[in-house]
């Protein structure tokens, strides 16, 4: 496993326990088909998310690996530290848990993993999606599925789709959340595809760009047969 390079041997989720009160499953899309469609297409032995929140969407990851015997490990991407608008809307704020002016998600990510067992294959990387991104390439690490879901503006999304189509499999599949919901992540997604002559698969909600052309035909096909 990969955490055990980045953690050097340790466990990082060594000497904790489940504390209830912190357990908090909030997220948007975590459980969309296209995710456990790509896990059962690919048997992904290494997925990364980029942008993880409370860890709703790792866990049902995570759950579907075990379901369908595949061992792999899921390594969860973020800073848990908020992104701008949950520093600029009230409504949101409230989700930052702050305490002594900074966020605690993850401390809730990390009790939501344990509390749904899936200590074992999920593995927290605190950086920036940049950070991470120049990690992994120093490490030569590749995945076959890669999920994005951090930031919302064009010029985050951008770089989070350039940067991590370097270390996405050449048959590896990238699936990206929020498209259609936000201006810049619809801009990114699209013109990614025009310059790169890849015609992704898009749907309120998710869009799909994959290095396999295959894939994306299966995939249009699946959501042709699934509506209503």
Request: negative net charge; charged residues 20%; proline residues 6%.
């Amino acid at each position: 496993m990969i955490r055990q390079t980045l953690f050097r041997g340790e466990d990082p989720y060594r000497g904790l326990s489940v504390d209830q009160s912190l357990v908090d499953m909030e997220g948007w899309g975590s459980d969309h088909p296209l995710l456990t469609y790509a896990i059962d297409q690919l048997r992904p032995p290494l997925i990364i998310e980029v942008g993880s929140w409370k860890g709703r969407s790792a866990i049902n990851m995570a759950k579907c690996l075990k379901v369908l015997g595949i061992p792999g490990e899921i390594l969860c991407i973020d800073t848990w530290l908020g992104s701008p608008e949950h520093w600029m809307l009230d409504s949101w704020y409230q989700s930052l848990k702050v305490t002594n002016g900074r966020p605690t998600i993850y401390h809730t990510f990390i009790n939501n993993v344990m509390a749904n067992n899936c200590s074992d294959i999920i593995t927290p990387v605190s950086l920036t999606s940049d950070g991470a991104y120049y990690l992994l390439k120093n490490l030569e690490v590749t995945a076959k599925l890669i999920y994005i879901d951090a930031g919302h503006e064009y010029e985050s999304v951008k770089n989070d789709i350039e940067h991590y189509w370097e270390i996405l499999d050449p048959k590896g599949v990238m699936i990206l959340d929020d498209y259609l919901g936000w201006p810049g992540v619809t801009r990114a997604v699209n013109e990614f595809g025009v310059k790169n002559d890849i015609h992704p698969y898009g749907e309120p909600g998710k869009a799909v760009l994959s290095k396999d052309s295959q894939f994306l035909i299966t995939t249009k096909l699946m959501a042709i047969t699934q509506a209503p």
